[in-house]
């Protein structure tokens, strides 16, 4: 794959990091700050939100801006929200700095999506998109664990000192390599908005909220999942998921290498089938930690698989305002995994974390008749186009 597009994966590993890094060094900042820790959870939640929110409107804003120009001037942006953290004297500083993070973040990632699909042919827009989506996944796999790492060592400030120095280069390397990318001509919001009346674009992004809703009800909720069922140690989860995390990188490969090569409906439908067949298999894995490593790594990597080509599916349903839709898309993402976590809650409170599973598999299955349906009424529509 071409290297620019390892740059923006990159980039997108970078600011990856920052998002769920605070789950590892959430007892450290509520001590430094004096706040509890159900507190100093809310930097994640405020994080999700401003992402998910703020996202189309921040592409919408910048719409007219060259795409190169828009994702280094995000990145350094991202650098000064990073020391905004590292300086915080209270709790409110750093939720500040949490909304900088979050609005240049969901600049880099939708553009980092954008830049990928343009500056290769058509046929390898899955792959390069995949590609955006192994740097996520990397982000959670390595970057999580060493920013928690060093936080310990050094202090939780350092991690965020650590992320904004890796921003730089990146950012320099964006300005260096990249070639521009010209902005697609403007079209106003309100009638990108109007674009979500079309039903087959509206349940694609159902797909990505739905799957990650289905997602989130469990895996939100595995450490406990692992210790009910299992009885394993804080130290053996750790590597379960650590496991996790590694089938998650090669899930964005597979997704995007199907996509280009099988097509996209063929690879949603498949890789949401596999996805939904894992989760319910969950609890019958538990008998020996050889099975369980078989799901999970089926579980994650067919968790992130079917994003590279609902995005490239997207693109090609409605290239007119693609930016815009790879945008709801991210944040479609974002919400589902709120909602996923909200109904994981709900059902522990009241039930066995097993049910999770049969409740998230079958929110799942929601997302393959999602997917069917925007599949069909494309396929209709484009027919009727044909003819």
Known sequence: MDKKIWILAIASFVVGTVELVIAGIIDMIAQDLNVSVGTAGQLITVYSLVFAFGSPILITLTSKVERRKLLTAAMLVFFAGNMISIVSPNFTILIISRIILAASCSIIVV?????????VAPELRGRAIGMIFMGISASL????????????MWGWRSTFALVGGLTLIVAWAVKRYLPQVAPRQGVPLSEQLRTLKDSRILSAHFISILQMTGQFTIYAYITPFLHETMGLSTSIISIVLFVYGLAGIAGGWIGGWSSDKLGNSKTIIVTLLLHASAVF???????????????VVVWCAFNMAPSPAIQSYLIQAAPETSDIQLSFNTSSLHIG??????????IVNHYSVTTNTWVGGLIIILAILSAIFSLRKNKAMTSTVSS
């Open 111 to 119: 553009l980092s999506i954008v830049m990928a699909s343009s500056i």
């Open 141 to 152: 796999v390595l970057g999580v664990p060493l920013g928690t790492i060093i936080g310990e």
């Open 281 to 295: 298999l969950l609890p019958y894995a538990t008998g020996s930690m050889f099975q369980l490593l078989i799901v």
């Open 337 to 346: 995994v709120a909602a996923g976590s909200i109904v994981g809650g709900l």
